[in-house]
């Protein structure tokens, strides 16, 4: 992997992290419902 694709790879889960904060769900159905949803689209 070049620096170029880590860094995408970096923005990638740093966006996943910040969709998980804002949801703070308890459970795993939310963020398993919100993973589903995204990759619909």
Not at 5 to 20: C, S
């Amino acid at each position: 992997m070049n620096v170029e694709q880590i860094n995408q790879e970096v923005e990638k889960i740093e966006a996943e992290i910040e969709t998980l904060k804002e949801h703070r769900c308890d459970s795993l159905v939310c963020t398993t419902n919100e993973y589903e949803t995204s990759s619909k689209i």
